[in-house]
């Protein structure tokens, strides 16, 4: 398990030579979420489901009324 251990942190020293420290940003803040064409487009369609659980955990979507 060491020699896993240290091959890995020998990895992610090299990783943090080419690429830089990892950002570490406010963990509390929200995350910004920006839609494109295809997203809002893919949300349109989706709306028309409902998603169901059954007793065994199963999600399912069923097209909403009308719809």
């Avoid at 251990?5 to 940003?25: E, H, K, N, Q, Y």
């Amino acid at each position: 398990m060491g020699h896993a251990l240290d091959s890995f942190m020998r990895v992610t020293d090299r990783l943090r030579f080419w690429f830089g420290p990892a950002t570490r940003g406010d963990i509390d803040a929200p995350v910004v979420h920006k839609h494109d064409d295809f997203e809002t487009a893919s949300e349109e369609d989706l709306g028309h489901f409902v998603v169901e659980t059954d007793d065994q955990g199963h999600h399912y979507g069923i097209r909403k009324e009308g719809a």
